[in-house]
């Protein structure tokens, strides 16, 4: 396998990502089966292992934790904090009070005494990013964490932190972690060029969008995709015209879907790692297979043709939405305003 340097970090990282979130009661409940499937990951060259702490509720991470015993030297570890971890409202976000309390929650799931990749997992509009990268740098002067990233930050916040860092002497945002598949584009406009910028490794999640890009999903036809009943861009028929015409694509050049996706996915120069996210040892194993899969230049151009460049067809439901399009008051003026003008 081989390996890339995560941005300007120095760290290097295969560039398939063993995502965690599968792992736990949402996907393989079975800890011992799930531990085989991390330590094929690893015998086979993956060196990167992504988790959250919201994953089944804490349970990813311990079972992370437990496949991580005797080998966590040699594994750049990473995890997430953001989302709730119960009812009380301060167990969430990236305030300081929370973000002390996260880590320690997720070194003892983990079993280990240090993080090498701490990210935030979604943008935290109630919190002041000074206040994030000021309680992320003490971790980091502790040794707790070695690395700090984000997850689906728009281009002008990742922007915004870095030159808060600079100015503050705070530590920087290394990595970020946005969705990106043949589907889901967007983040080439933007994303992508300012990660570039700034030395930032991109780790991207769902490069088979989610599911469509199995292979297995296709327009009028019955599919027994579990998640088709439970998210809705499964069912987006932007999505599947997108598939269909992607479909012989692969076909033509011999390749099944899922290795012409994640080829794709590694193939941007702004790309590290991209995420892989097996619930069973068949899916791993297929998609193993694919890794020294290069797309040439012919076949990159008919997938342009298909899905322009920086554009997205469709949405993922887990995609991050900025406050600005989620609450009707940030876009609207106030009626009596409006009626005025």
Request: charged share 30%.
């Amino acid at each position: 396998m081989q390996y890339r340097t995560l941005g300007r970090t120095g760290i290097k990282v295969s560039p398939y990502a063993l995502g965690a979130m599968m792992f736990g009661a949402i996907g393989n409940p079975d800890h011992d089966d799930s531990i085989r499937i991390i330590h094929k990951a690893l015998d086979a060259g993956i060196n990167v292992v992504d988790t959250a702490d919201m994953y089944s509720h804490g349970e990813s991470e311990e079972i992370v934790g437990k496949a991580l015993e005797g080998r966590r030297d040699d594994v750049v570890l990473a995890t997430k904090l953001f989302h709730p971890m119960g009812d009380d409202p301060n167990r969430r976000g990236a305030s300081r009070r929370w973000i002390s309390t996260a880590v320690e929650d997720s070194l003892r799931r983990l079993r280990t005494d240090r993080i090498d990749l701490y990210q935030v997992h979604r943008p935290d509009p109630d919190t002041d990013v000074e206040e994030t990268l000021s309680a992320l740098t003490d971790l980091v002067r502790a040794g707790k964490v070695r690395a700090i990233g984000t997850s689906t930050m728009p281009a002008s916040d990742i922007v915004e932190a870095q030159w808060v860092a600079e100015r503050r002497g705070l530590e920087r945002f290394r990595t970020e972690q946005p969705t990106y598949s043949i589907l889901n584009r967007a983040i080439e406009a933007e994303v992508l060029p300012v990660a570039q910028r700034y030395g930032m490794g991109t780790l991207v999640y769902s490069p088979l969008a989610g599911g469509l890009l199995t292979g297995r999903a296709r327009k009028g036809q019955q599919t027994d995709l579990r998640r088709a009943a439970r998210f809705r861009h499964m069912n987006d028929e932007r999505r599947l015209d997108a598939v269909g015409r992607i479909a012989p694509l692969a076909e033509e050049a011999g390749l099944p879907m899922t290795h012409l996706a994640m080829a794709f996915a590694i193939a941007h120069p702004g790309v590290s790692s991209a995420l892989i996210g097996p619930r069973t040892m068949e899916q791993l194993d297929d998609l193993l297979a694919g890794v020294d899969v290069v797309l040439d230049d012919d076949l990159l151009d008919r997938i342009d043709e298909i899905v322009p460049p920086g554009t997205d067809i469709g949405t993922l439901d887990m995609a991050y939405r900025p406050p600005a399009l989620l609450r009707p008051i940030l876009r609207r003026r106030p009626v009596d305003e409006r009626a005025a003008a």
